[in-house]
């Protein structure tokens, strides 16, 4: 039997019963909102309960308004930005905890030829640097090569472990790493060598990507570049060391693409059935690149027959109640015309388009004003509990420059949700400083229970039960998946500090 702690937010919905999508005139500029200030791309959606804040590739996170505004009240002007002087800042991914948003990058001269560290910043939720944290909000760590982090966690010690990959010329290697910081920032000298382990598989070039909650410790999740190409996983503890028992000393590896070419993971996430599905890029020669998404049995760690193809640039997925699979992303141009619009689609668990959703299984939008020439490349969405969703990228245009920026839009459908399906469920208590039980309408019975943080973690899961308890859980608010015999609902939990 699996024991796994699930880390993907599985995403509940309001069923879709319309196929005529179109922009929610309440957001934005009739259904749009556009940012020239910030020029690069979104690399997630996040709610924050008063809006939505919005990581930037380029080190910034700007916050908007439930409308489509920029919230002027966080940060400096409603952005808050991870500057070096003469220096690159990117930024890979994040994590909410405590009460603070956690993102990780890398900080670079723009050379790969030079050099790279990783970069970790701690910011309130109003979009302060906590100047407790590494240096005025800010940590930056070298571990020798070319570093780049890549994600990130958090321990209940507010103790932190980043992964990603570490490149050196001379002898040239490419291997991935996991790092633990202080709370305060400073790297954990008592954990590995001066604070991080090397890990050394059997591919020329190696590189994690994500780190998920996995068996009482955690799952690192990259892909070894060699002959077969392989997708690599590597099981530690919560104390950061290899678990001998999984796969060959803590790493294993599962073939992926063989032949000459490259591997590189894109995003990792398990869905409701304790499977990993994942995305990676799979190229070959310049012209000849694609994602390729997957799914990884974890019982017996081989991977499903079903695969399906995934957006080039700025691929991003997620997995809702019901297992399907939204994405987003934009297609690789090169000498053949293709689209330059915002795109979403919903593919079914073996990777088929939901033809239901939109036109055929994907929705469209590339009429953003001013009109002009450019490209328009969708790179996160996030789906909210009302059945909109908020699809966010850049926009770019060489010939109308004030088409430039982020962009944001808000699509919404008939939802008309037939009265059979309704389904009235309660938290009971709820504010609960402990336990709590389930209320349902008559006939519905529950089939399972999980709370979720709000990042997305899932952090309880329970069979079916008279009483739940949420002891183990800190004081705040949580997200409880309910699955019962007519479907999955999500409601809010307060956990009182009684």
């Given at each position: 039997m699996r024991n796994i702690l699930a880390a993907a937010f599985f995403f509940t919905i309001t069923p879709f019963y319309s196929q005529n999508y179109g922009l929610d005139t309440s957001f934005g500029t009739n259904g749009v909102a556009a940012f020239p200030a910030f020029t690069t791309w979104p690399i997630d959606i996040i709610p924050n309960g008063t809006g939505y804040i919005l990581?930037?590739?380029?080190?910034s996170l700007i916050s908007i308004t439930p409308t489509g505004q920029l919230d002027t009240t966080y940060g400096n002007s409603g952005a808050a930005t991870i500057t070096f002087p003469n220096e690159y800042v990117a930024l890979h991914n994040w994590v909410h905890s405590g009460g603070f948003f956690y993102v990780v990058g890398?900080?670079?001269?723009?050379?790969?030829?030079?050099?790279?560290?990783?970069?970790?910043?701690?910011?309130?939720?109003?979009?302060?640097?906590?100047?407790?944290?590494?240096?005025?909000?800010?940590?930056?760590?070298?571990?020798?090569?070319?570093?780049?982090?890549?994600?990130?966690?958090?321990?209940?010690?507010?103790?932190?472990?980043?992964?990603?990959?570490?490149?050196?010329?001379?002898?040239y290697s490419v291997r991935a790493f996991l790092l633990k910081l202080n709370a305060s920032g400073s790297p954990d000298t008592g954990f590995g060598t001066a604070g991080h382990t090397i890990f050394s598989g059997s591919g020329t070039t190696e590189r994690a990507s994500v780190i998920l909650p996995y068996d009482n410790g955690f799952l690192i999740c990259g892909t070894s570049a060699t002959n077969p190409n392989n997708l690599m996983l590597i099981h530690v503890d919560q104390t950061g060391s290899l678990v001998p028992t999984f796969g060959s000393n803590g790493i294993k590896v599962i073939p992926l693409a063989g032949g000459i070419g490259s591997v590189q993971l894109h995003d990792a996430?398990?869905?409701?059935?304790?499977?990993?599905?994942?995305?990676?890029?799979?190229?070959?020669?310049?012209?000849?690149?694609?994602?390729?998404?997957?799914?990884?049995?974890?019982?017996?760690?081989?991977?499903?027959?079903?695969?399906?193809?995934g957006y080039y640039t700025n691929p991003f997925f997620r997995i809702d109640a019901s297992g399907n699979i939204w994405q987003t992303g934009a297609e690789r141009c090169t000498w053949t015309p293709c689209s330059r619009k915002y795109k979403l689609t919903k593919l079914n668990n073996v990777?088929?388009?939901?033809?239901?959703?939109?036109?055929?299984?994907?929705?469209?939008?590339?009429?953003?004003?001013?009109?002009?020439?450019?490209?328009?490349?969708s790179s996160a969405f996030y789906l909210q509990e009302d059945g909109s969703i908020l699809l966010a990228g850049l926009l770019y245009s060489p010939y109308t420059a004030p088409a430039n920026g982020v962009g944001i839009i808000r699509i919404g459908a008939s939802l008309g949700l037939p009265e059979a399906q309704k389904e009235a469920a309660a938290i009971i208590p709820n504010p609960t400083s402990g336990a709590f039980n389930i209320g349902l309408s008559p006939g519905t019975s529950v089939k399972s229970v999980a709370i979720f943080?709000?990042?997305?973690?899932?952090?309880?899961?329970?069979?079916?039960?008279?009483?739940?308890?949420?002891?183990?859980?800190?004081?705040?608010?949580?997200?409880?998946?309910i699955t019962t015999d007519k479907g999955t609902s999500t409601l809010k939990l307060v956990k009182s500090g009684l």
């Amino acid at each position: 039997m699996r024991n796994i702690l699930a880390a993907a937010f599985f995403f509940t919905i309001t069923p879709f019963y319309s196929q005529n999508y179109g922009l929610d005139t309440s957001f934005g500029t009739n259904g749009v909102a556009a940012f020239p200030a910030f020029t690069t791309w979104p690399i997630d959606i996040i709610p924050n309960g008063t809006g939505y804040i919005l990581p930037l590739y380029n080190g910034s996170l700007i916050s908007i308004t439930p409308t489509g505004q920029l919230d002027t009240t966080y940060g400096n002007s409603g952005a808050a930005t991870i500057t070096f002087p003469n220096e690159y800042v990117a930024l890979h991914n994040w994590v909410h905890s405590g009460g603070f948003f956690y993102v990780v990058g890398e900080v670079n001269n723009n050379s790969l030829s030079g050099n790279s560290d990783i970069v970790v910043a701690k910011l309130s939720e109003n979009g302060a640097f906590d100047t407790s944290f590494g240096n005025n909000g800010v940590a930056r760590i070298d571990i020798g090569g070319y570093d780049v982090g890549m994600d990130i966690t958090v321990q209940a010690n507010g103790s932190l472990f980043i992964t990603g990959y570490r490149q050196i010329s001379s002898p040239y290697s490419v291997r991935a790493f996991l790092l633990k910081l202080n709370a305060s920032g400073s790297p954990d000298t008592g954990f590995g060598t001066a604070g991080h382990t090397i890990f050394s598989g059997s591919g020329t070039t190696e590189r994690a990507s994500v780190i998920l909650p996995y068996d009482n410790g955690f799952l690192i999740c990259g892909t070894s570049a060699t002959n077969p190409n392989n997708l690599m996983l590597i099981h530690v503890d919560q104390t950061g060391s290899l678990v001998p028992t999984f796969g060959s000393n803590g790493i294993k590896v599962i073939p992926l693409a063989g032949g000459i070419g490259s591997v590189q993971l894109h995003d990792a996430q398990f869905d409701s059935n304790e499977d990993l599905v994942f995305s990676y890029l799979y190229a070959v020669s310049f012209s000849g690149q694609n994602t390729v998404s997957g799914r990884l049995n974890t019982e017996t760690w081989t991977l499903d027959s079903n695969s399906g193809s995934g957006y080039y640039t700025n691929p991003f997925f997620r997995i809702d109640a019901s297992g399907n699979i939204w994405q987003t992303g934009a297609e690789r141009c090169t000498w053949t015309p293709c689209s330059r619009k915002y795109k979403l689609t919903k593919l079914n668990n073996v990777f088929g388009n939901v033809t239901s959703f939109s036109n055929g299984g994907t929705f469209e939008y590339g009429s953003f004003s001013p009109v002009g020439i450019g490209d328009y490349i969708s790179s996160a969405f996030y789906l909210q509990e009302d059945g909109s969703i908020l699809l966010a990228g850049l926009l770019y245009s060489p010939y109308t420059a004030p088409a430039n920026g982020v962009g944001i839009i808000r699509i919404g459908a008939s939802l008309g949700l037939p009265e059979a399906q309704k389904e009235a469920a309660a938290i009971i208590p709820n504010p609960t400083s402990g336990a709590f039980n389930i209320g349902l309408s008559p006939g519905t019975s529950v089939k399972s229970v999980a709370i979720f943080d709000l990042q997305g973690k899932c952090l309880l899961r329970f069979p079916p039960s008279q009483i739940y308890t949420a002891d183990t859980l800190r004081p705040g608010v949580y997200v409880v998946e309910i699955t019962t015999d007519k479907g999955t609902s999500t409601l809010k939990l307060v956990k009182s500090g009684l």
